[in-house]
């Protein structure tokens, strides 16, 4: 295993404590955006490129979702709507939902569902409708991935 090295911003000397112990807030980003990377390099070896959007969704009564983008690779921007209860849309700027490409994974946070899952279904290759079994989530998470 490679040995991580970095310089220590509190007093500027190279460290080789192991990198867990040595992580600061601002260092968190500049990480993320690393492992960002990092997969997308290791899935382009592999023969498996995809994009993807990850986003937490909030909801209540006749509102559209509000997502709180965690990552987003695609190159497009999505809007969500209220379609009826229980019903919501993404809608992207772009056409990225390719058929039998695109693969969606959604929970629905901490809201009790009484063992009932959550479902998608592609629409077209601008929309995505999501169905909840409850008419309001609380940090729900969604994630699109669509293949090259």
């Known amino acids: 295993m490679p040995l991580i090295t970095f310089s220590d911003k509190v007093d ?4 080789t404590v192991p990198i867990i112990n040595k992580i600061v807030a601002n260092d968190i980003n500049q990480l993320k955006d690393g492992v960002n990377a990092n997969e997308t390099a290791i899935s382009a070896i ?4 995809y994009t993807s959007l990850v986003q937490l969704l909030t909801q209540s009564a006749t509102n ?3 997502a709180t983008e965690v990552y987003n690779n695609t190159g497009e921007t999505y809007t969500w709507s209220y379609v009826s209860s229980g019903v919501y849309r ?6 990225p939902f390719t058929i039998n490409k695109t693969v969606v994974f959604l929970n629905n946070g901490s809201t009790v ?6 479902r998608w279904n592609r629409i077209s290759n601008t929309i995505i409708d999501i169905f909840t079994p ?3 989530m609380t940090k729900g998470s969604f994630e699109i991935k669509i293949y090259s």
Do not use: F, R, Y
Request: charged share 10%; net charge negative.
């Open 113 to 118: 569902t009484n063992g009932l899952e959550p």
């Open 134 to 136: 409850n008419e309001s």
């Open 12 to 15: 500027s000397k190279v460290s």
């Open 90 to 95: 993404v809608t992207a700027t772009g056409n």
């Open 46 to 49: 592999n023969g498996t490129t």
């Open 64 to 66: 559209a979702p509000v």
